[in-house]
């Protein structure tokens, strides 16, 4: 396993055992050394999700990773749609798109206008809703295919969007600090969400508030790398404030 994927297994044991996590078992069960087990519990008490204690850890606040795309495409849906309508007016009307991955692109995916324009995505759950729009252009980025986010992402993917140049790219994260900047669950997808940043003239960051104050595993990009993050109105003020001093244009709908 990569460690992200050791330490979704370690938040799902704790689930399943009242929150709890003993050192010991959990190096029985994902069979590896108890300092493996403890480095896995150092990162996830950094994320905010686990407090350790002698022996193991409990489980203290919200879960920084991905659930399926089918699941959260229903999750949060008015304020989704809201972000979706705003990033839609937005957008040029001819010109080159960058669609990241996730419910968000998906849910922009069903909106998007049928007009004379190219579409670029590894959004690969999106292609079949892009290619109905018959004045669309329409490229799929290559990549191994990510099951949980339906995404095309790795080396490949990176390599291809460093060819490429696009008018606006919208991208996704799975937690947003100022601190931290913007993140998401594994190497892979930071990997190619940083690729992604470099190909846009006009760069924006599309995620519900909820994702605001969560920190994930791989940090791709600063919040100053961003021209625009377009939230929903839940945002606080605290955080609206801080967002908007470190760079970005704040769009709340």
Known sequence: MYPAER??????????NEGSVAVGSLADA???????????????????????????ASLVGPVPFEASLARRNQEERAEKERIVQRIIEMLPEDGVVLLDSGSLAYLIAEAFPDREQTVVTNNIAALPILRRRTRLTVLALPGRLRPVTQAAVDTWTARRLADLHVDVAVLGANGVTVDAGATTTTPEEAQVKAAMLRTGRRRVL????????????????????????????????????????????????
């Open 30 to 56: 994902l069979s590896v050394a108890p300092e493996t087990v403890r480095r896995d519990l150092a990162v996830l008490e950094r994320q905010g999700v686990i407090a350790r204690r002698h022996g193991g």
């Open 206 to 253: 599309a995620v519900t508030a909820s994702k605001l104050g969560l920190t994930s595993f791989c940090r791709f990009a600063d919040l100053s790398d961003f021209d625009a993050i377009v939230t929903d109105d839940r945002v606080p003020d605290d955080d609206a404030a801080a967002i908007s001093a470190a760079g970005p244009e704040l769009v709340v709908v």
């Open 7 to 16: 330490q979704r297994e370690i938040v799902r044991i704790a689930q399943q």
